[in-house]
């Protein structure tokens, strides 16, 4: 019966196009209503309040290269890098195998909008024998609350054609686990590193001058250290 109802929400949640989509620009439009229209996975969290300022996440999330090199240092897991491309798209990279490209096609206050690729290669999922490709349309919503900052992320994920093979069926529901699982611990992670960096930013000075990025660098003198 569980499944049952899972199955249902999942139909009826895809069907459910979002407000948003006719704000997007008429490429991304049709890009990101082709994921929900196919949309594998659909997922909702939301991140417990954190003592740090507007301000200071929306300058880390216009700043990626510099937002990831700051992650790191938090030591959480995975550590990723981040790249930034001509066009103003950025890839991240944890360098074992997983990584993605994402693309904001929407921005307004408290709302960002993302079209992500991402591929995790074979061997970087435990139990999964093969590579696994994935498009996902990203609606990211944050505000300062009563209680400090919070956010609600909604994703929908449509899956490569190859890992909707019949000899993939049985790996399905341990893909989308961890990826619920991944998505969830990576939002709350984004909320507490800012709060590290509002809290305290000079801690951060001395490893980013060893890690030795001199974009990251640079966007921290400039942006906490008024350089």
């Given at each position: 019966?569980?499944?049952?109802?899972?199955?249902?929400?999942?139909?009826?949640?895809?069907?459910?196009?979002?407000?948003?989509?006719?704000?997007?620009?008429?490429?991304?439009?049709?890009?990101?209503?082709?994921?929900?229209?196919?949309?594998?996975?659909?997922?909702?969290?939301?991140?417990?309040?954190?003592?740090v300022r507007?301000?200071?996440?929306e300058?880390?999330?216009?700043?990626?290269?510099?937002?990831?090199?700051?992650?790191?240092?938090?030591?959480f897991?995975p550590?990723?890098?981040?790249?930034?491309?001509?066009?103003?798209?950025?890839?991240?990279?944890?360098?074992?195998?997983?990584?993605?490209?994402?693309r904001?096609?929407?921005?307004?206050?408290?709302?960002?909008?993302?079209?992500?690729e991402?591929?995790?290669?074979?061997?970087?999922?435990?139990?999964v024998?093969?590579?696994?490709?994935?498009?996902m349309?990203?609606?990211?919503?944050?505000?300062?609350?009563?209680?400090?900052?919070?956010?609600h992320?909604?994703?929908?994920?449509?899956l490569?054609?190859?890992?909707?093979?019949?000899?993939?069926?049985?790996?399905?529901?341990?893909?989308?686990?961890?990826?619920?699982?991944?998505i969830?611990?990576?939002?709350?992670?984004?909320?507490?590193?800012?709060e590290?960096?509002?809290?305290?930013?000079?801690?951060?000075?001395?490893?980013?001058?060893?890690?030795?990025?001199?974009?990251?660098?640079r966007?921290?003198?400039?942006?906490?250290?008024?350089?």
């Amino acid at each position: 019966m569980r499944a049952l109802v899972a199955i249902l929400l999942t139909a009826t949640l895809r069907a459910q196009a979002p407000a948003f989509l006719d704000q997007l620009p008429p490429a991304a439009r049709a890009e990101a209503a082709d994921i929900v229209k196919r949309a594998d996975f659909v997922f909702e969290t939301r991140t417990q309040p954190k003592h740090v300022r507007l301000a200071t996440m929306e300058k880390l999330f216009d700043h990626p290269v510099l937002g990831a090199a700051m992650l790191r240092h938090c030591q959480f897991v995975p550590a990723f890098y981040a790249f930034v491309h001509p066009d103003g798209a950025w890839s991240i990279d944890d360098t074992r195998g997983l990584r993605g490209t994402l693309r904001l096609v929407y921005q307004r206050p408290g709302h960002r909008v993302y079209l992500v690729e991402g591929r995790a290669e074979k061997g970087r999922l435990p139990v999964v024998p093969f590579s696994v490709g994935a498009k996902m349309l990203t609606s990211y919503r944050y505000w300062e609350g009563k209680n400090g900052f919070e956010s609600h992320l909604h994703t929908w994920t449509a899956l490569d054609s190859a890992v909707l093979g019949v000899m993939s069926r049985p790996f399905r529901p341990y893909i989308r686990g961890r990826q619920d699982e991944f998505i969830a611990y990576i939002n709350g992670n984004v909320a507490t590193f800012g709060e590290f960096a509002d809290l305290s930013p000079r801690d951060f000075h001395g490893p980013l001058k060893r890690d030795g990025d001199p974009l990251a660098l640079r966007e921290f003198e400039a942006i906490f250290l008024g350089r």
